[in-house]
């Protein structure tokens, strides 16, 4: 791959949410690979040159080992299919709806394991609205999952699994650490072709500003990932919540999107974004996410010109988001954000990122220009619903 090619940056929305979109008649699968004895085999940043033989056979070892504790999801989503044409007829709400029951499954791995529970991460839209999962492990046996917590804005859910003999944790690696160029293997189910492994490599790192879903495929709300690694390993439809795994055998991500418009480009979640909020998942259900219900832009002379505003920095509002606490606090389009608790902003990231940092229930004191003066606003911030409604 030439320079250009491997730093190329991915620009606009990518549109398709890879597991939960994977709709199946779901059929039998016999895994013939079962947990291996070996010692584990040290992960070395800067090994000396490896002959062809020794990195394959360390692969084969990582697949060995890590492959009993991936797993194939299947989740049954119930619902109601609405008549596209019911709002030309007058139907506001109701009596068209046919319900359905729809099967979708995705891929996970065991994290973490105590005594006879497992606990399975995948990512959220595998399982969303799903009022019953199941669990196929590598062998072939058929397991009841739970649901413990699940957060769509991160895509990432914990599942719980209880029984005798359940496979091991897989080790979890440092994403950090990992750099361009580096072999990762992605393993999971895609297709529902159980117990698959691609090879690849790291193209990329932080990759940021990528969205996906929202496409009314079972109401799955538009997921914007802030943090994600690029690879080149394939990612299917079906490999979603499937761990990337170093030839080492550590976990360093877990498969999430892939770009529908390109070959060999995948994303997937890096594993020290992931694992805090898998804790958090299993310890408190749900993840609070504060905002204002803005929708923002940097300033501009274009805007500045048209809104007679000279000042030296600023974030502009754009829309208000209806019933959020910027609406409540009386913010309206057309606003200038110049200040947040004091601290100059000059971006959108500015206010994002302070507001990342808080917990629903805070307050945050904005200074606003808006035709010519500054007034000051103190804002409540709220737990952002899954679904923002529009103005």
Do not use: C
């Amino acid at each position: 791959m030439n320079p250009s090619t491997r730093n190329s940056l991915l620009v606009g929305v990518i549109g398709v949410l890879v597991g939960a979109a994977l709709v199946t008649n779901w059929q039998s699968f016999t895994a013939t690979h079962k947990p291996s004895n070996a010692a584990p085999i040290p992960s070395v940043a800067f090994a000396a040159p490896l002959h062809e033989d020794d990195l394959e056979q360390r692969i084969i070892e990582s697949v060995k080992r890590t492959e009993p504790s991936v797993v194939l999801i299947r989740s049954t989503v119930r619902g109601q299919q609405i008549d596209p044409f019911s709002q030309f007829f007058g139907d506001t709400g109701g009596g068209n709806g046919q319900p359905f029951i729809a099967h979708a499954s995705g891929s996970g791995f065991i994290f973490r394991k105590d005594g006879d529970t497992a606990y399975v991460a995948t990512n959220a839209h595998v399982v969303y609205g799903a009022d019953n999962i199941e669990v196929l492990l590598a062998n072939g046996r058929k397991v009841q999952a739970e649901k413990v917590g699940s957060d769509i804005r991160s895509d990432l859910a914990v599942l719980r699994v209880t029984g005798q003999n359940l496979p091991p944790a897989l080790p979890l690696g440092n994403a950090n650490a990992l750099q361009q160029g580096q072999f990762v293997l992605a393993i999971g189910e895609p297709e529902s072709f159980q117990n698959s492994v691609s090879l690849g490599i790291v193209s990329a790192l932080h990759r940021t500003d990528i969205t996906a879903g929202g496409d009314g495929t079972f109401n799955i709300p538009s997921i914007r990932y802030t943090d994600l690694m690029q690879t080149t390993a394939p990612i299917n439809p079906g490999n979603s919540g499937g761990p990337l795994v170093t030839v080492g055998g550590d976990v360093v991500g877990i498969a999430a999107v892939v770009d529908p418009r390109a070959q060999n480009i995948g994303f997937a979640i890096p594993i020290n974004s992931a694992q805090p909020i898998l804790a958090q998942l299993e310890t408190h259900k749900t993840i609070s996410h504060p905002y204002i219900g803005v929708v923002m832009t940097s300033m501009n002379d274009r805007i500045s010109n048209y809104l007679g505003y000279n000042g030296a920095s600023g974030v502009v509002v754009t829309n208000v988001v209806a019933g959020s606490p910027a609406d409540k606090a009386g913010l309206a389009q057309g606003d200038v954000i110049v200040e947040l608790n004091h601290n100059k902003v000059k971006d959108p990231s500015d206010i994002a990122n302070a507001v990342s940092k808080l917990k629903t229930g805070d307050k945050v004191s904005l200074l606003v220009w808006r035709k010519g003066s500054l007034t000051p606003f103190d804002v409540t911030l709220a737990d952002m619903p899954e679904q923002v409604p529009q103005s």
